[in-house]
């Protein structure tokens, strides 16, 4: 089994029975020394068998085929997995060896588009703080371990919420919660549009959904005022207005801040 890196980001790898390391520290086994890399961000682990993967840092995600590695996961022939921004495709040789024989030597220039998540979740309190998830369509998250997005915080029910992509943002569907979902400072209970910059609750765990290809000022434009709860003074009859426009300015500050770190601007 080999990585190949379509992007020319690193020369191709063969994993054998070790253990292969990615990551931007020098003495990883692949050194990718850009934006949205971890230290150690993950490694693949070789057998007799086959490989599987692992992360390594929950604050910047890894993502196999579209999904988040959340657990060790076997790979196989032509899985593609993103590090950040960086896409690297595995290929079983023994397979691919007579097409590579046949093939002309233009094709050896053919990029592989790296699947990189239309959405992703940043937590921003309790166990989720500062980690990144990955939305795929259909993911449901919750305290049991075989949700895509598995949250050990005893506020969230087993399967809590199911997360649906489209093209303005994450539909939002409570799966009949203890808790309850919130989008912003509201409690819903049908399915409900989460769009970029705007947050997701489930009762005390709290996550900022970010679209990687919008900038700050874009997600700003697109949180609802209703999305934006004011404090409680202001509830009580203080300057309401004050207070929105206030917290939709740190709205935009943390979410220029998300993506700074994940190295879209």
Sequence with gaps: MKLVFPGGDH??????????????????????????????HCEIVGTDDGAS???LDSALA?????RQVTAPTPLKDGDLIVIGRIGCSVVNERKAAPQQAAAPVRDE?????????KFVLRGVSGPTLGKTFAVSNGAVIGRQADCDIPIA???????????KVTADGVMVEDMGSANGTYVGNQRISEATLLRPGEELRLDTIRFQLIAPGMDARQQAAAVRPEAVAPPASAAKGGNGTLWIVVAVIVVAAIAAAVLHQQGVF
């Excluded at 063969?14 to 253990?19: A, D, K, N, P």
């Excluded at 890894?62 to 579209?66: A, R």
């Design 11 to 40: 020369a191709p790898l063969e994993v054998g029975g070790g253990t292969v390391t990615i990551g931007r520290d020098a003495g990883c086994t692949i050194v990718l020394d850009k934006d949205g890399v971890a230290p150690r």
């Design 53 to 55: 993967l692992r992360a």
């Design 62 to 66: 890894t993502v196999l085929n579209g």
């Design 109 to 117: 220039a053919t990029r592989v588009r790296a699947a990189l998540p």
């Design 153 to 163: 915080a005893d506020e969230v029910s087993r399967h809590h919420v199911r997360l």
